[in-house]
C-alpha cells in the first residue's frame, strides 16, 4: 500500500498493517519481549547538592556513568514540574491539531531552523520510521520563537519556559562533565562557541505491528549532550555491553546522554567518553512522546580535540571540522549504527 499523506499520523489512524515501506528487514526487527522484560537500566545520579558539598561525589558518578554508558538518569535536577507538564500538553495538543493546521509548518528540509516532518529524512532514507517529529532551533531564544507554530496559542511561551530551564540544566552538566575528564569547568562551554541548542518533539502514534517497525532505529546523537523528557510509555532502548536495556519511564526525571562531539573533540583519549548507539520502539495501543533537547556547538565552531587530552599517545582520532560539517553529514547519510564520526577519521 503506498503512503498518500506526508504525516504518519494522519496516516496510522487509518491502517490495520504497517505499510510495506516501514517493514525493516527480517534481521533487523525489534525485540518486544526484550522490551517489557528488561529490568537492568542505566545509572541514576541525584543532582542534589551539585553546587555544594556533594559535587565531587557527583562528578565521580558522572563519570563513572559517562564511561561505562554514555547515558545517565538525574534526579532532583530543579526543573519546576509545572515547567515539564506544561510542554508535555501543548506538545500533545500540537500532535492532536487537524492536519492542515500541523501541515503549514512542514518541511523536508534539514536545514532548516523549525520544521515538522517525518521519519528521519523522507528524501534519503530506504525504510520510513513510525515517527513524526518537530524539530526546533531554541538559541538564541528571541531569534527562534517567532518561528515556532502560534498553535496551540500557549505554545511559543510553554516552549519557550522549557527551552530556557534546559540551557540553564545543559551548562550545568557540561561544566559537571568537564570536570568529570579533568578539564577546566568552562572548558567545554568555551569549546561550542557561540552554542547551539535544538529540540525535537517526538511524536510515536500508536503503531499495529509494532515488531516490525521502529520510531527510530539506532543511532547516536550528533551533538554534544542530549537531555530527554519521554512520557509514560516506554520505548527507549540503549545499547550496553551488546544488550539492548530498556529505559523505562520514572517520573520527574531527565535521561542524559554524550553525543558525537564530546566523544570526538573532548575525550580523544581512546574513547573514554562514548556516544552510544540507543533507538525508539513504538507501541501497538499508546501513543509515545519523547522530547530530546540537543546542546551542541554552533554551527562555526571548531571541533578539535582538548590538547590537554592528546598527546603522542594516542594521537588524535579525527580531523577537525565545523559543527556545520558534520550536522550535514549526519542528516543526509541516513541513521545507522555505524557511527558519523567515523567519516572524521584521522588517518594515523
Ligand atoms: C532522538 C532519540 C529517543 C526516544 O530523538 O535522537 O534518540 O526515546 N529519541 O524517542
Ligand atoms: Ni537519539
Redesign the pocket.
Known amino acids: 500500500m503506498a503512503i498518500t499523506k506526508a504525516l504518519l499520523t494522519d496516516l496510522a489512524s487509518t491502517v490495520d498493517r504497517v505499510p510495506s515501506n516501514f517493514i525493516r528487514p527480517v534481521a533487523d526487527r525489534p525485540n518486544l519481549e526484550q522490551l517489557h522484560s528488561s529490568s537492568a537500566s542505566i545509572p541514576i545520579i541525584d543532582l542534589h547538592g551539585l553546587d555544594g558539598s556533594n559535587r565531587s561525589q557527583i562528578i565521580q558518578n558522572i563519570a563513572h556513568a559517562c564511561h561505562n554508558y554514555g547515558f545517565f538518569q538525574i534526579v532532583n535536577h530543579g526543573i519546576p514540574e509545572e515547567v515539564v507538564s506544561k510542554m508535555v500538553n501543548t506538545s500533545k495538543e500540537f500532535f492532536h491539531l487537524p492536519e492542515s493546521e500541523r501541515l503549514k509548518t512542514y518541511s523536508d528540509d534539514p536545514s532548516k531552523t523549525t520544521r515538522l516532518s517525518t521519519s528521519f529524512n523522507v528524501k534519503t532514507e530506504k525504510v520510513s520510521n513510525w515517527r513524526d517529529f518537530l524539530r526546533l532551533h531554541c538559541h538564541p531564544l528571541e531569534d527562534c520563537v517567532q518561528e515556532w507554530p502560534a498553535n496551540p496559542p500557549s505554545f511559543r511561551e510553554d516552549v519557550a519556559e522549557y527551552s530556557r530551564e534546559m540551557r540553564g540544566l545543559s551548562l550545568k552538566l557540561l561544566e559537571a562533565i568537564s570536570e568529570s575528564l579533568g578539564l577546566e569547568r568552562d572548558y567545554i562551554d568555551k569549546a561550542l562557541g557561540k552554542h547551539g541548542q535544538h529540540m ?1 518533539i ?1 511524536y510515536y502514534p500508536p503503531c499495529p505491528q509494532p515488531e516490525l517497525t521502529y ?2 532505529p539506532a543511532h547516536a ?1 550528533p551533538n554534544a549532550i ?1 537531555i ?1 523528557l ?1 512520557n509514560e510509555v516506554p ?2 532502548q540503549v545499547l550496553y555491553n551488546g544488550t539492548w536495556l530498556t529505559v523505562n519511564p520514572v517520573p520527574n526525571t531527565f535521561i542524559v546522554n554524550i553525543g558525537d562531539q564530546i566523544q570526538t573533540s573532548y575525550v580523544i583519549s581512546n574513547d573514554r567518553y562514548k556516544s552510544v548507539l ?1 533507538r ?1 520502539l513504538v507501541n501497538s495501543e499508546k501513543e509515545r512522546m ?1 522530547i ?1 533537547t540537543f546542546y551542541c556547538p554552533s554551527h562555526d565552531a571548531m571541533i578539535k580535540p582538548a590538547p590537554q587530552l592528546v598527546d603522542n599517545e594516542p594521537p588524535a582520532q579525527y580531523t577537525n571540522f565545523t559543527y556545520s560539517e558534520y550536522f550535514d553529514k549526519f542528516w543526509n547519510r541516513g541513521l545507522s549504527k555505524a557511527t558519523c564520526l567515523d567519516m572524521f577519521k584521522a588517518q594515523n
Open positions: 525535537a517526538n520510531g527510530l546523537d542530549t530527554l519521554q520505548g527507549l540507543h525508539a519523547s530530546p
